[in-house]
């Protein structure tokens, strides 16, 4: 069974759109490290934060906290920056997954492009490993990236389910529709490489209640990456049932 990581930088966006500016906005709410002790209470596996270059979200003190207080797996998601790799080694997160930064962007929209800077990002993974950190590439369901994410040493594969979350959303989940066919075979066929080539598969972004239970579902994925729909959720229903709930639809 897939197990929950829940990304936790969207209750840091809710803090900033309160407190940015202001002397100390680490002491706003809502707070991160709050949202850790609650969704570990409510299953989730692992606890993923992402510290921007611009810090626009999260913040160093942020992941600071999180880490001491974090009791599950801790993932840091980070650029794959000289600063941020030097973080990572003070911090020791028990996985780095290596995202591409763009300023402009909300959140992360595509994958890492691996085979681009293979030998940089070869030499990225072997400081980690050093650290004692396991990295995890954040990639496009390509042949060519996982091929180089497996020749620059990482030990994990997030796949990026960007594309099959919106051909879900256009076939209204209607799995017979040749394009969502198309996407989920796409994740799948990705999650079968990335494991042939020993590595360990992981999924995951706009990942949500509705689409989650066919990737769920994927033979040999090992965590699912879940940030948006949980606490979008959770102004509802609060943040234990939105957990406790995604949870139970991954475990089908
Ligand atoms: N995985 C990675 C690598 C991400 O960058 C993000 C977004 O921060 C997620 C998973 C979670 O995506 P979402 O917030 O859409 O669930």
């Known amino acids: 069974m897939a197990t929950l990581g829940v990304n936790i930088d969207h209750v840091a966006t809710l803090r900033q759109a309160r407190y940015r500016g202001t002397p100390d906005p680490a002491r706003g709410e809502p707070n991160p490290s709050h949202a850790v002790h609650v969704a570990e209470l409510a299953g989730a596996e692992c606890i993923t934060m992402h510290l921007r270059e611009d810090r626009r979200h999260v913040n160093d003190r942020d992941v600071r906290v999180c880490r001491d207080l974090c009791r599950v797996k801790f993932n840091l998601e980070m650029g794959a920056t000289d600063e941020m790799v030097g973080i990572a080694g003070g911090l020791r997160p028990h996985m780095s997954t290596l995202v591409p930064e763009g300023r402009e962007e909300v959140t ?102 509705a689409n989650v239970r066919p990737i769920a579902a994927l033979p040999g994925v090992e965590e699912l990456h879940i940030g948006h729909s949980i606490v979008s959720r959770a102004v509802y229903t609060g943040l234990h049932e939105a957990v406790a709930t995604m949870r139970a639809l991954i475990a089908g």
């Open 108 to 209: 992360t929209e595509g994958g890492l492009d691996v085979a681009g800077q293979r030998d940089r990002l070869t030499g990225v993974v072997a400081t980690l490993r050093d650290a004692g950190v396991s990295a995890s590439a954040f990639i496009d369901a390509d042949e060519r990236q996982i091929r180089a994410a497996a020749d620059a040493g990482f030990e994990w594969c997030e796949v990026h389910t960007g594309p099959y979350a919106e051909a879900f959303m256009g076939a209204g989940g209607d799995l017979r529709d040749p394009a969502l066919a198309a996407a989920l075979s796409r994740v799948a066929a990705a999650g079968r490489l990335i494991i042939e080539l020993g590595m360990r598969f992981n999924a995951g972004h706009a990942l949500n209640y």
